[in-house]
């Protein structure tokens, strides 16, 4: 007996688990959702690394602004 063989029947006499999904099994995304999804989370991305610069560049001077109020 081959040592797989006795993977793949051990393998076999394992419980199937099945995913249960309200979408049929040949949904995929299109091409144009694809690039729109992949565009947005990229500017949002970038607009998330500009924004903590500014904060990192301005925080002395957003801590001296912040005491004197």
Do not use: C, W
């Amino acid at each position: 007996v081959h040592p797989r063989a006795s993977i793949h029947v051990a393998l076999e006499r394992l419980p199937k688990f099945r995913l249960q999904s309200s979408l049929p099994l040949d949904y995929a995304m299109t091409h144009a959702t694809l690039y729109t999804l992949a565009n947005s989370l990229g500017i949002l991305a970038m607009l998330t690394v500009v924004g903590y610069h500014i904060v990192a560049v301005n925080a002395r001077h957003i801590a001296k602004n912040g005491e004197g109020k």
